[in-house]
């Protein structure tokens, strides 16, 4: 790529950003809280949710007894925000959440999301009767169908009854709020966003590397503000790679994240190490400028270029349930 070429593209990237409401919408709808955690909100639900939220797969990846004191201190803390899904861990991290929550009035301090991963009508009720059972609640405020990354899950969920399980659920008190997730290829979410029903939210891939191959962030976010959908990012490390392979930092990488207006961003923890850092990114967090924002996407232009560093759009990656129902 010549040095013009080079520079319109950086430009465009830039630009595409700031349609998709880079840094000045996150701020006009963020808040202070008590806690000291800013707050944004969930879309139209009416709810303000702390702009992190304590990841439910990473969680799962300790013992038990340091899970559960994570997830107290970041509960003491005001990270409030916690998510999970069916299938983490074959149920180790929603049990260690449900631990967690059951003492001390925690349960009623923090925003419960969880994930359900089947498509089919009688699927969905056994995973929600699992979660609820698991996380010990009788509530969950916000499910989530898991890992639309097939182009036929957006038919499944009508034709094998999946969605009119979790509205059912909705209208029986036990689910709050319906969305889903996906991190494969924005053309799923779009095709999910074109269906008659309503949703409440859609988690899905932010970070830096997103803005050169295949963008969430200029493809869906947009469309996700236009309809008040809360939108809450996840894979703002990309799993790690862009710190260690890209030398730039985790606060850096979620400042970027977080200068988008999206509700709340996921951040994976697995020691109080990582709950301190990225409580202090919080509570100080400041938008990326348009300098940082231009010399993170010159930085990462060519090495992102072609989605390799973002293994879980390129490769086989995600959850062997949903290979499985797909016959992959």
Known sequence: MSETNRRQFLQA??????????????????QNSSAGIPTRPL????????????GGYHIGTVDEKQAIAIMHEAIDQGMTFFDNAWDYHNGRSEEFMGKALASGGRRQKVFLMTKVCARDYRGVQQHLDDSLRRLQTDVIDLWQFHEINWDIDSVWLY?????????????AGKVRYIGFTGHRDHTHLLKMLSTPHEWDTVQ????????????????????LNRRKIGTVGMKALAGGVIPSQLNISAELCRRFALTLPISTLVCGISSRENLLQDLAMARDFKPVSRQELDDLLAQTAQPGSDGKLERYKTTRYGSAYHFQQHGE
């Open 204 to 223: 899905m891939p932010v970070n830096v590397l997103d803005a050169h191959y295949r963008p969430f962030q200029e493809k869906v976010l947009p469309e």
């Open 13 to 30: 990237a830039a630009a595409s950003l700031a349609a998709a409401g880079f840094g000045s919408r996150a701020m006009a709808n963020q």
């Open 43 to 54: 879309g139209k639900t009416g709810q303000q949710v702390a702009i992190v939220g304590l």
């Open 159 to 171: 034709e094998q009854g999946g969605l009119k399980a979790a509205v059912e659920a909705q209208k």
